[in-house]
């Protein structure tokens, strides 16, 4: 069977519901989360990823969950907390989480830590994998300046 993904686009209220469909038992499951997190195409669709959007210090950030789709009211488990951006790499393999000027890599979908790096005092902003999979190149904004930095991190 398949399973379809129903929430509101848009800014989503944090009060707001997804509702997953499961074809096989045509059951409709209100989930716990309002927001998907957007996968590259290139990853399993056995995965449902969901944001929760917090406040922290007054900005906006978001905790990361993960369950598997077919498991249908199953566990979520949290793999990251007080990120502002999450990025995939090409294989879905690893995500790089940004939160200020703090860069995580992590595995997907344990959030085992690949390596931590400071982009201080700049603040640090998506970036994009290497083809190999072994760097990311991430760029950084200097608040309150017109500067950016480059940062290139290598997987240890």
Not at 79 to 99: F, G, K, N, P, R
Request: include cysteine.
């Amino acid at each position: 069977g398949y399973a379809v993904l129903v929430f509101e686009a848009g800014n989503p209220d944090p009060f707001g519901r997804a509702q997953l469909y499961h074809s096989a038992t045509g059951a409709v499951e209100n989930l716990p989360f309002a927001s998907p997190v957007e996968l590259p195409s290139t990853c399993n669709p056995d995965w449902l990823v969901m944001a929760e959007t917090v406040s922290l210090n007054g900005r906006e950030r978001r905790s990361i969950h993960v369950r598997a789709v077919a498991e249908q009211g199953g566990a979520w488990h949290q793999i990251l907390t007080a990120v502002s951006y999450v990025q995939w790499d090409e294989a879905c393999q690893s995500m790089m989480a940004v939160a200020g000027s703090t860069i995580r890599w992590v595995t997907f979908p344990d959030a085992d830590l690949i390596g931590e790096w400071k982009m201080s005092p700049y603040e640090a902003m998506p970036g994009l994998p290497s083809p190999d999979g072994r760097a990311w190149a991430m760029v950084g904004s200097y608040s309150g300046r017109q500067e950016t930095a480059l940062m290139i991190v290598r997987r240890p």
